[in-house]
């Protein structure tokens, strides 16, 4: 899988992360959480940023200014693609490759960070997501809930149970901007199709696979953009200038999964 690798950088930490942090990062430091995603030209839709719970991640140094937030297994693939080191640091096996610091992802939730793109310019926090799989992409996944039938099933369960979770209700009740028009399900496809099939719960897995699988065929093929550069432009063209964009402008790089590794989250 090619994923686009946004950088999402931390402008507040959440209090538990703060504390574990201190003083093993300088404060000059640039620090980015790093979620893999399929769909760049959505990225002005992000309203969260997503990390498993119970799932750990590292700080890795990448650059004298520069850390990023993966799990170990992304920045092990990330080591051999260029993105990730100059030489003298080149790790030569897994355990030569040391985060400054270790976080699990229930500590980093409610973390702010600045989403590239995003209509929410003050930034979105980090929420949890029990359906993050550790062995894919990042391990970290930025939020669409208007075009992600999980993403929209994930922060409407967040925000009925916030206090369950240990969250703001607010962060999870960003506005969802329309950004893809499409000719079956309108401007706010994930929406839609959770209401149309009833989908009650992000654990509602075989239905929310059903409906990634819409989602995904009928935004592509059949999606306009409403909003950014490409606006009036349709999504199979606009994808690869958005992804292109962002990398010139040093907010992303190209992120491969190697073979062997994909475990599709619908099982
Ligand atoms: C933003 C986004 C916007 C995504 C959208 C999808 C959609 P696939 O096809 O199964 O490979 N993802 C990435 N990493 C993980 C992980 N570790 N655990 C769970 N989910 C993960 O799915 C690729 C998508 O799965 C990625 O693209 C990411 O969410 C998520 F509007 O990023 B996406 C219809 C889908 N729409």
């Given at each position: 899988q090619?994923?686009?690798?946004?950088?999402?950088?931390?402008?507040?930490?959440?209090?538990?992360?703060?504390?574990?942090?201190?003083?093993?990062?300088?404060?000059?430091?640039?620090?980015?959480?790093?979620?893999?995603?399929?769909?760049?030209?959505?990225?002005?839709?992000?309203?969260?940023c997503?990390?498993g719970?119970?799932?750990?991640?590292?700080?890795?140094?990448?650059?004298?200014?520069?850390?990023y937030?993966?799990?170990?297994?992304?920045?092990?693939?990330?080591?051999?693609?260029?993105?990730?080191?100059?030489?003298?640091?080149?790790?030569r096996?897994?355990d030569?490759?040391?985060?400054?610091?270790?976080?699990?992802?229930?500590?980093?939730?409610?973390?702010?960070?600045?989403?590239p793109?995003?209509i929410?310019?003050?930034?979105?926090?980090?929420?949890?997501?029990?359906?993050?799989l550790?062995?894919?992409g990042?391990?970290?996944?930025?939020?669409?809930?208007?075009?992600?039938?999980?993403?929209?099933?994930t922060?409407?369960?967040?925000?009925?149970?916030?206090?369950?979770?240990?969250i703001?209700?607010?962060?999870?009740?960003?506005?969802?901007?329309?950004?893809?028009?499409?000719?079956?399900?309108?401007?706010?496809?994930?929406?839609?199709?959770?209401?149309?099939?009833?989908?009650?719960?992000?654990?509602?897995?075989?239905?929310?696979?059903?409906?990634?699988?819409?989602?995904?065929?009928?935004?592509?093929?059949?999606?306009?953009?409403?909003?950014?550069?490409?606006?009036?432009?349709?999504?199979?063209?606009?994808?690869?200038?958005?992804?292109?964009?962002?990398?010139?402008?040093?907010?992303?790089?190209?992120?491969?999964?190697?073979?062997?590794?994909?475990?599709?989250?619908?099982?």
């Amino acid at each position: 899988q090619d994923y686009t690798a946004l950088k999402l950088k931390v402008k507040d930490w959440a209090p538990d992360a703060a504390k574990i942090v201190q003083g093993k990062i300088p404060d000059s430091a640039n620090v980015y959480f790093v979620p893999a995603t399929l769909r760049p030209e959505t990225m002005y839709g992000q309203t969260c940023c997503f990390v498993g719970p119970k799932i750990k991640y590292g700080v890795f140094k990448v650059s004298e200014s520069d850390y990023y937030v993966v799990t170990k297994r992304a920045a092990w693939n990330m080591a051999f693609q260029g993105t990730f080191f100059k030489s003298d640091q080149f790790p030569r096996t897994a355990d030569e490759l040391v985060p400054v610091v270790e976080l699990t992802g229930s500590s980093v939730v409610g973390t702010l960070v600045s989403a590239p793109l995003s209509i929410h310019k003050n930034g979105v926090r980090i929420l949890p997501m029990d359906s993050v799989l550790p062995t894919k992409g990042t391990g970290v996944v930025t939020s669409v809930p208007s075009d992600s039938p999980d993403d929209f099933a994930t922060i409407t369960d967040l925000a009925k149970k916030a206090d369950y979770y240990g969250i703001k209700k607010e962060w999870a009740e960003l506005e969802i901007p329309p950004i893809i028009d499409t000719p079956s399900y309108g401007n706010l496809t994930a929406p839609f199709l959770v209401k149309k099939m009833k989908i009650n719960s992000p654990k509602d897995a075989k239905q929310l696979a059903e409906a990634k699988d819409l989602a995904y065929k009928e935004g592509y093929y059949k999606g306009t953009m409403l909003v950014g550069d490409f606006k009036g432009q349709s999504v199979e063209t606009a994808k690869p200038k958005v992804k292109e964009a962002l990398i010139k402008s040093g907010e992303a790089f190209e992120y491969a999964e190697p073979n062997g590794h994909v475990v599709s989250r619908s099982g």
